[in-house]
């Protein structure tokens, strides 16, 4: 996130509230300057006054958005694209929604990053611990002991070295990881980076396709509502994805619609939707109900891309509570080895 941009449950409380100033029949340079009067000092604040200068100025609202410099680019083409239809405060209250959604969403993947990333943190302070000051102690031992003791146990503690390092460098490289994906997350290009990262493996593949099909079609269904040419929404749609894979697919599309294909049709023979789905626009275009079938697919792709989210930031926890298991195992099995080599040397 930019470092002057709202957090995405401002930006959902921004937009909830000037939707209904507006259903309220308040124009919308008064109510930027109720929103600014109403809050406390704050980049809510910063954002509803520089609104309202822009407001005041002339500006649309949608372009007022834009010189805040405090609102994601994705809202202020979605606000742009209402104004052009008429129906701002739909497009604003869906904006509420998406964001307020948003939030959701990173404040699980905080909760599914910072709490394990706690656990490994004090699990390389154990394994640390174990390997600078409890395993010397019993090398001591063993250094002071003769025959056959002396060499069955020092070979278990030799094992034992092995086993505890290995498990600090992969604990150290899972808590680099995380606290990496945490920095890259506060930047635009970072998450641009995480985003592309997401598309490859084959754990995120699926969600990262998913969100992006979503977030593709709720556009499309918003420009093509908004009046414009079907050619020019596709274009300003595909401008919001940032999926490598759908990119090439919309480009695909766009081709096959400068060879007299419909949008229904190209889509469906590019396979950007599943078949089904697909099928379903195509017979929305036939019968003209192209926007209607859009906004469904759109609620059921964005539907279906929560639950891909929520599936694969619930598996998260318990893959890495294993990791931890196996971590505490290998920690007393270190700590275990050498007493069993004293116990056989012995017996």
């Known amino acids: 996130m930019a470092k002057n941009e709202l957090s995405s449950l401002a930006v959902s409380a921004f937009c909830e509230n000037l939707a209904m100033m507006l259903e309220a029949g308040i124009q919308p340079d008064e109510a930027a300057a109720l929103l600014a009067e109403d809050t406390s000092t704050g980049p809510f604040q910063q954002a509803a006054k520089a609104m309202q200068r822009s407001l005041l ?3 649309s609202l949608s372009q007022a958005a834009k010189d805040t410099g405090m609102f994601p680019d994705y809202a202020v083409q979605m606000i742009a694209a209402g104004e052009v239809s008429g129906r701002t405060d739909g497009v604003l209250r869906s904006l509420a929604r998406h964001y307020a959604g948003q939030d959701q969403l990173e404040k699980k993947l905080k909760s599914a990053v910072v709490y394990p990333g706690i656990l490994l943190g004090l699990m390389a302070l154990i394994l640390i611990v174990l390997l600078a000051k409890v395993l ?17 146990s020092y070979a278990y503690i030799r094992l034992a070295y092995g086993v505890g390092w290995a498990a600090l460098i992969v ?10 994906g945490l920095i890259l ?13 997401f598309e490859r493996l084959p754990l995120t593949a699926p969600a990262s396709r998913k969100l992006a099909v979503a977030r593709f079609t709720s556009a499309l269904s918003i420009f093509t509502a908004s009046g414009v040419d079907v050619d020019t929404a ?20 766009k081709a096959a619609m400068a060879e007299g294909k419909g949008l229904a049709t190209a889509i469906f023979e590019q396979r950007l939707l599943e078949p089904l789905y697909g099928r379903m626009l195509l017979s929305g275009a036939r019968s003209g109900s192209t926007e209607n079938v859009l906004a469904r697919l759109a609620q059921l792709f964005t539907q279906d891309a929560d639950q891909a989210l929520d599936r694969l930031i619930d598996s998260i926890e318990p893959v890495l509570a294993g990791f931890l298991t196996l971590a505490v195992g290998i920690t007393l099995l270190s700590v275990m080895l050498p007493l069993i080599g004293i116990l056989g040397a012995i017996g």
Not at 185 to 197: F, I, M, P, Q
Not at 239 to 250: S, Y
């Open 57 to 59: 100025l002339g500006a």
């Open 136 to 152: 010397p102690v019993f090398t001591g031992v063993y250094q002071s002991l003769a025959g056959d003791v002396a060499s069955s």
């Open 171 to 180: 604990t150290l490289l899972l808590a680099a990881l995380l606290a990496a």
């Open 234 to 253: 596709m274009n300003a749609a595909g401008e919001m994805v940032a999926h490598g894979g759908l990119q090439a697919q919309i480009q695909r599309c």
């Open 185 to 197: 997350s506060r930047t635009t290009a970072g998450r641009a980076k995480l985003s592309g990262l």
